[in-house]
């Protein structure tokens, strides 16, 4: 445990940012947000109604071909800011612990992010979007279409989540 973890909490002892990469990732853009502040950002972009702006590097543009007929978009992004070293983590709404992939948390040993987003216009190498939960100037990393029938389970629970004990502390709504 270090010094700023809570009990329960694993760190590793190496920190996945410092390890060799592996998949050779490269960010194709930036995101454009009114947040400079962790703590100011929505907890799930989904209850976020601000308009964001997502800029697509020019060498990537003509992949945008097509996207504006979607009214939906997954977006992955890179979250920079987050630690990337704590695997067990104790969330301020829950007196239990829970690993990392069982979190929405963007600590994880790869910090990346996903919001479903609406699309409310393209232009040129520039989307603008509503539905956003980073910082300004978070790396992007993919784009996707949003395919109702496919990426929707209605009926999907997270068990953990309806035991948690503090549903009254920030937390998001899975
Ligand atoms: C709980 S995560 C959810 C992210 C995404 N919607 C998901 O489910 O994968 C959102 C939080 O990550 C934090 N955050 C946002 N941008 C970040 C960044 N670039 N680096 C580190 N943390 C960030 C903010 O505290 C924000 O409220």
Not at 29 to 42: F, K, L, Q, V, Y
Not at 81 to 102: K, N, Y
Request: aromatic residues 6%.
């Amino acid at each position: 445990m270090t010094d700023n973890s809570r009990p329960g909490e694993i760190v590793l002892t190496e920190d996945p940012g410092l390890l060799p990469p592996d998949a050779g990732l490269v960010y194709i853009g930036s995101i454009e947000t009114p947040w400079d502040d962790r703590h100011a950002c929505p907890r799930s972009g989904g209850r976020s109604n601000e308009i964001c702006t997502i800029h697509v590097d020019g060498r990537f543009a003509e992949g945008l071909k097509s996207v504006e007929s979607c009214s939906h978009l997954i977006i992955l992004y890179w979250m920079h800011e987050a630690r990337r070293d704590l695997v067990v983590q104790a969330p301020a709404f829950d007196s239990t612990t829970h690993g990392c992939f069982a979190l929405r948390t963007p600590v994880r040993p790869n910090p990346v992010s996903l919001s479903v987003v609406k699309l409310i216009s393209v232009d040129g190498a520039t989307l603008t979007v509503r539905g956003l939960d980073c910082l300004n100037g978070t790396p992007l990393i993919d784009i996707k279409p949003y395919f109702p029938a496919n990426d929707s389970v209605p009926d999907a629970t997270v068990g953990w989540h309806g035991r948690r004990t503090h549903p009254e502390r920030r937390s998001i709504d899975l």
